[in-house]
């Protein structure tokens, strides 16, 4: 039985070496390149050709940190349009008092998502030869659009970066094994599974060859959809991890958005989850578990303990190391989420269980007052406690 679970252990180390080990070995290819003097660009007093596109609901409370970004750009972007998907705050009149321009989703068709009708309904307005998706929740360095033109000018491809997530609360912690997770299922460098929805670069001629967000307006997992569409169309991709030029702060009004939102997530999110990166998550999820719970009998000193303390205790450290090795690479993860893994194994049971038990009963998650389902359907409710916010 020993060797039994040491095997175990041994194969969810290397299951998780293949989930978290990606950022590491791509670390000098996985970054934006430098910026570099982009003609008409704000040192020349002008503006580039880049219209960008902020899809928001609900957004008054962070939007004002991402408008106030894009107004230092080393280079200007020549227009921001903030699409108000029905929102029930202030979110219009904060963009608005900014100096964004504000498009009124007009009422949404059958079969389209929120999301991608706000980002076709901003493209369809875009003046711009290029253009830039953003979510509201982004932040970006003075020399972020310098960067992602230079990058897509470089690699003549549709260039996309998963964020890095800052946290600022002990409970948004809880969010670091699915970035990891994110992150495995798309890839970093040439040749991505998809793209990361938050930061996406386009040209106008690229975004009309794949479709737009008209191809893939019933899908929820916009990022990869689009994605698949661009390769359909023989379009490359290029992804990036964001480091210090593109950040965001996910799920900041509390633990409860944090369990709706990644199991949202997760309803739709699994099925396009490559196979390969579900058995090494299957593989690292047990392992780890299994280490976790005989460190926890061989120092109680119980008689389950199988595995020798001292062995156990080597275990535990080696998969904390690579979690502390890789974790920071996706965002503000100290070593404490190292540390204390099996609290966020719990979690992550916990998100898992609970979109199960959805899909199984039919049910729905309420995401920023919009009832997603399973199958994708996403109808209003109503937003008795929409968050209201003026400009800070």
């Known amino acids: 039985m020993v060797y039994f679970l040491l095997s175990i252990m041994l194969l969810g180390w290397l299951g998780g070496a293949v989930l978290f080990s990606l950022p590491l070995t791509r670390r000098r290819s996985g ?9 008409g660009g704000a040192a020349d007093g002008g503006a580039c050709g880049v219209s960008v596109i902020v ?5 008054a409370n962070r939007i004002g940190e991402l408008l106030r970004a894009l107004s230092v750009q080393s280079a200007l972007p020549l227009e921001v349009i903030v699409v108000d998907d029905e929102s029930a705050d202030e979110t219009a009149v904060v963009a608005e008092r900014l100096g964004a321009r504000v498009v009124h989703a007009p009422p949404r068709p059958e079969g389209w998502m929120g999301k991608t009708w ?33 990058a897509h000018d470089q690699k003549a491809a549709v260039i996309s970066v998963q964020p890095y997530h800052l946290v600022k609360r002990p409970y948004e912690t809880l969010s670091a094994l699915f970035n990891a997770q994110v992150v495995a299922s798309i890839g970093i460098g040439a040749n991505p599974r ?25 899908s929820i997992v916009d990022d990869i959809a689009l994605g698949r569409r661009c390769r359909a169309e023989r379009i490359p991709l290029r992804t990036y991890l964001g480091g210090p030029t593109v950040r965001f702060r996910m799920y900041p009004e509390g633990f409860g958005q944090v369990l709706s939102g990644w199991a949202k997530n997760f309803l739709h999110g699994a099925d396009a989850t490559p196979r390969s990166v579900l058995f090494a998550q299957s593989m690292w999820i047990v392992g780890a578990t299994t280490v976790a719970v005989q460190t926890v009998f061989a120092v109680a000193g119980l008689r389950v303990a199988i595995v020798p303390l001292f062995v156990v205790l080597g275990a535990y450290a080696a998969y904390a190391v690579l979690l502390a090795a890789s974790l920071p690479r996706y965002g503000r993860f100290g070593l404490g ?20 038990w959805i899909r199984i009963r039919g049910g729905s ?24 916010s003026g400009v800070t």
């Open 55 to 59: 899809p928001a609901r609900n957004e």
């Open 337 to 356: 989420s190292a540390l204390l893994f099996p609290v966020h194994l719990i979690f992550f049971a916990c998100v898992t269980a609970y979109a199960l």
């Open 31 to 39: 970054t934006l390149p430098p910026a570099a003097p982009f003609p």
């Open 118 to 150: 706000a980002c076709q309904s901003g493209a369809d307005e875009a003046a711009g030869d290029t253009l830039l998706f953003l979510d509201a929740d982004v932040w970006l360095a003075p020399d972020a659009i310098e960067r992602l033109l230079r």
């Open 194 to 218: 998809g793209l990361y929805g938050p930061c996406i670069m386009m040209s106008a001629d690229e975004y009309r060859r794949c479709g737009g967000h008209a191809a893939i307006r019933g």
């Open 365 to 388: 998650v309420n995401w920023r007052g919009r009832a997603v389902t399973p199958h994708g359907a996403a109808v209003s409710v109503p937003m008795v406690d929409a968050p209201r």
